[in-house]
Structures are given as C-alpha cells and as structure tokens.
C-alpha cells in the first residue's frame, strides 16, 4: 500500500467520523429544542427503574426498543447477552445498578438469529470466543433432547436463544448481589425478554423471579438481610 493510499484511507476514516460529530450536534440540538433543560436536567441526576442485560448486536438497542429516553434504563451489554459468575464486569453492573442506583428491574434481553447463539450451536474452533460461547453449549447440553426433535436448524438455534435468556435470568438471581436485596424488602424484579429482528418487537418468555422462594434451595446462598 502506497503512501497516496494510506492518506485515502486516513481521510476516508475521517471523514466517518465528522459524520459522526454531525450526527450528534443535530440530536443535541433537537433535545434542546423539544426541551432546553433536558441535558441540565439528565447530568444532575441518574434514576432509571431498569437495568437492561442484552447482546451487543448493533441491530438491538436498549433505549430505542424500550422507547425510553437517555437516563431511563442502565444498560450492560455483550456477546449473546450473558451472565457469566466470572465476568466482573457484569456482575459490577448489577451490583452498581441494584446498591446504588436501587432499580427496580432487571431485564435479560436476547434475540432470534444471535450470532453468538448460532456460534455455540456448532462445533468450529473460533477462537477465544469459544470460551465465552461454552455457557451457552453448556445450555445446549442440557437441553438436548427438546432442542435435536427441531429439524430447522434455523428454528433450533432460536428455540436456544431463548433457552440461553431463561438460562441467564437464573444466573442473575443466584448472585449475592440480587438475593440480598430480596432478603431486605427490596423490591425487585428479574424478567426474560427476547426480541426479533423481522418485526422489532419483544416478546415475554412468561419468566419472573421476584424473590428467594422462587429459587431452588441450592442457589439459596444465606442472603445477608438489613
């Protein structure tokens, strides 16, 4: 590649991002217009009721699926929406979500056609992904039966992805982090959602968890009350 080249390339990639700065000039100025206190008003104060747990696809934003404005919805996302007991970051998100911010829902949000879903739905070596991805064949596994009498392989990866969303609502409620604020009054609430890409509308997977008694004894981890 020559030097004539790599300049192209340099303001090419520039250029792409003035864009960028445009676009966010045109939205402030629009906030400002619709309501000029709206920026004084969002840095004072950070009081979302939802934390959202959902998969970093660029195609599934927290905010404008919810219809919620900037300040309404804490959200953590990544790879195929996971809660895994090792993933520091996650589990400091909740636990900042739930302890200081006191939401009042927790919401895992996956979505038909996941590319991290269909990942784990195979056996190709991918890289250091696949460590990630083996929560979700871990879920695979113990879903075997139900999942393999799906003959599309379509419809079995999206039968997964809601398997995978089940699968983390109950990780979310094994934290310390959520039981303790169950064992001092709080009120909580963990719900399952998956969302589809051809219509843009979220569905309920019927999942609730709203206090101890709902967990199997196991997971029940001397919750610490006030």
């Known amino acids: 590649m020559n030097e004539f080249s790599m300049n192209c390339m340099g ?3 520039v250029s ?3 864009k960028l700065f445009d676009n966010n000039r045109r939205w402030s100025q629009r906030l400002l217009e619709t309501d000029p206190h709206f920026f004084s008003r969002l840095s004072s104060l950070q009081s979302p009721k939802f934390l959202w747990i959902g998969c970093s696809d660029s195609r599934v934003p927290a905010n404008q699926i919810l219809g919620l404005a900037p300040g309404e919805v804490f959200v953590h996302r990544n790879v195929a929406n996971l ?3 090792t993933d520091m970051n996650c589990l400091s998100v909740i636990q900042y979500a739930v302890e200081i911010l006191k939401i009042e829902h927790i919401i895992v949000c996956g979505h038909y056609r996941c ?3 269909q990942a784990a739905c195979g056996c190709d070596q991918l890289g250091l992904i696949d460590n990630w991805l083996r929560d979700i064949k871990n879920t695979y596994n113990q879903n075997r039966v139900e999942l393999e009498k799906i003959g599309d392989k379509t419809l079995r990866a999206d039968r997964l992805c809601e398997l995978n969303v089940l699968s983390q ?3 979310v409620c094994h934290t310390a982090i959520v039981q303790n604020a169950w064992a ?3 009120k909580l609430a963990v719900h399952g959602l998956i969302y589809s890409l051809n219509d843009g509308l979220l569905q309920d997977l019927a999942v609730q968890v709203t206090g101890l008694e ?3 004894e196991i997971y029940r981890i001397g919750a ?3």
């Open 184 to 186: 001092q009054g709080r």
């Open 11 to 13: 303001l090419s990639i």
């Open 115 to 117: 590319g991290g879903v």
């Open 224 to 226: 610490k009350s006030k």
């Open 169 to 171: 609502v109950r990780n």
């Open 214 to 216: 709902q967990l199997e």
């Open 83 to 85: 809660v895994v007991n």
């Open 16 to 18: 792409e991002i003035e």
